[in-house]
DNA sequence: GCGACAG
DNA sequence: ATCTTGTCGC
């Protein structure tokens, strides 16, 4: 429940593609603040067919207190676009507004799995995302896409800046004691410091956010039953 | 020209 | 992303 149909198009190539991230890329909010005490959280994944014909996008939204699942949603379909580095939201994008107008709640955030300003034209899937439903959105990454960085402490809420550019794009952040970090960055309507802060809040007992985790086991079971 | 390259 | 064995640790 976003805003009804999206009626999203998917690009017809590359150029196309590059053209439409043009075009929506001054629409992002890159400031926020964004919402400190969200009640909703929700989290967003997609899970491939070896095949690689076919997907599975999952939403799960989570009470932010209780990290109780509270709604969900699964859209299973075909890839809209190829593989491209700095075009993966293209791919992922109509699945994931497909479950997103499935659900029977508007979440107050969105936390995606993937990049938001730490792309190589500062347009990665959370900011697409977010600019697309309006929606607060951050992204966490698991390996990085673009910028250099300094090893953050051992500790879990340790971070240090990513920066690619000239430019600060994210944050590398340790989510747990001694274990590998995780690129955090803004896609919409959220500041940097709030995204690490609701990523530390999201994340009391694993590397990835809770949300990510659920959304995660959600899409995998669906791709699973759907070939069954 | 040669690598790197979110999921 | 997905394919994969064993292995270390709580």
Avoid at 204 to 210: G, I, T, V
Avoid at 218 to 223: G, Q, S, V, Y
Wanted: charged letters at 20%.
């Amino acid at each position: 429940m976003t805003d009804g149909g999206h009626r999203y198009v998917a690009p017809g190539s590359v150029a196309e593609a590059l053209r439409v991230q043009e075009k929506l890329r001054p629409l992002a909010d890159l400031a926020g603040p964004g919402p400190t005490a969200p009640a909703t959280v929700a989290g967003l994944d997609v899970a491939y067919a070896e095949s690689g014909d076919r997907l599975a996008a999952a939403v799960t939204v989570l009470d932010a207190r209780t990290l109780a699942v509270v709604d969900s949603a699964v859209s299973v379909g075909r890839p809209a676009f190829g593989y491209v580095p700095g075009l993966f939201a293209f791919r992922e994008l109509p699945g994931l507004l497909d479950a997103l107008d499935r659900l029977t709640v508007r979440p107050d955030l969105l936390v995606c799995d993937g990049h938001g300003l730490a792309h190589p034209r500062r347009f990665g899937l959370a900011c697409h995302l977010g600019v697309v439903t309006g929606l607060p959105a951050i992204g966490v990454g698991k390996t990085p896409l673009v910028g250099e960085w300094d090893e953050p402490g051992p500790r879990r809420g340790a971070w240090t800046p990513l920066r690619d550019g000239g430019d600060v794009v994210g944050r590398v952040l340790r989510t747990r004691d001694g274990v590998k970090p995780v690129f955090v960055s803004v896609g919409h309507r959220m500041s940097l410091g709030n995204a690490v802060d609701r990523v530390l809040a999201l994340t009391p007992r694993y590397r990835l956010p809770e949300t990510t985790r659920a959304a995660d086991r959600l899409c995998r079971d669906a791709l699973a039953s759907a070939s069954t």
